[in-house]
């Protein structure tokens, strides 16, 4: 089982959609929750920062961590044809050498 | 965030040939750096740390004799690969660690394709 589980997609909604996007992770040791944004053929973009429990807002995105379901959630409100790329979870543990463990991405696709 | 830089964005090379890909961050100073290796459709897979002064860590299964890593300033870590081979070809992507606790600035990738 791999420490984290992220649904690789594809992913496919209308213009304007809710977008949600998930990931489920074993390790209980995780505390700091990230989710990057990837275009084709370009380096990963930092898009949410969190750390434990609970949600973060920010413009059209939300984190959620569910620690105690080992669950981690972004939501895209109002999505863009923009927001067409692959997001990945990451996680890190206290101490754990700054090293993250990332998701395997889902590619989404925006319709216009 | 910290802005991150990759020296070249493509590069084709022939079988055999040494290939130097530099990372710079250009408005941090970074004592840490990673650098990652990512197939297509493919998740990213740490490859190293690198450590301003110090010799790189390098994971399981990656050759450190065939990926060299240096990191001779906070500002710049080389990741030189040496003999490529077309099993080498693939997007290296370096990544800066930032002030909060394991976050991770990505540089833009460079491709690599041998031969």
């Known amino acids: 089982q791999k420490e984290v589980e992220q649904d690789p997609g594809p992913l496919s909604v209308p213009e304007g959609a809710i977008v949600s996007l998930n990931c489920t992770y074993s390790?209980?040791?995780?505390?700091?929750f990230m989710w990057y944004r990837q275009y084709s053929r370009k380096g990963p973009e930092l898009l949410m920062y969190?750390?434990?429990?609970g949600n973060k807002e920010d413009g059209r995105f939300t984190a959620q961590v569910d620690k105690s379901s080992k669950y981690i959630s972004l939501f895209i409100r109002d999505s863009q044809p923009s927001d067409s790329a692959t997001y990945l979870c990451?996680?890190?543990?206290?101490?754990?050498?700054?090293?993250?463990?990332f998701g395997s991405g889902t590619q989404l696709t925006v319709l216009p | 965030g910290a802005v991150v830089s990759q020296h070249p964005s493509r590069v084709i090379c022939k079988s055999g040939t040494s290939v130097k890909i530099e990372c710079r961050s250009l408005?941090?100073?970074?004592?840490?750096m990673f650098w990652y290796r990512q197939f297509p459709k493919k998740s990213l897979m740490l490859m190293a740390t690198s450590n301003e002064g110090s010799k790189a860590t390098y994971e399981q299964g990656v050759e450190k004799d065939k990926f060299l890593i240096n990191h001779a300033s906070l500002t710049l870590s080389t990741l030189t690969v040496t003999s490529a081979h077309p099993e080498d070809s693939s997007f290296y992507i370096c990544s800066v660690v930032g002030y909060r606790h394991n976050e991770q600035f990505f540089g833009p990738g460079t491709r690599l394709t041998v031969l």
């Open positions: 990451a996680m890190s543990a206290a101490g754990s050498a700054r090293q993250l463990t």
């Open positions: 969190t750390y434990s429990s």
């Open positions: 408005d941090f100073q970074a004592t840490t």
């Open positions: 390790n209980s040791a995780f505390q700091y």
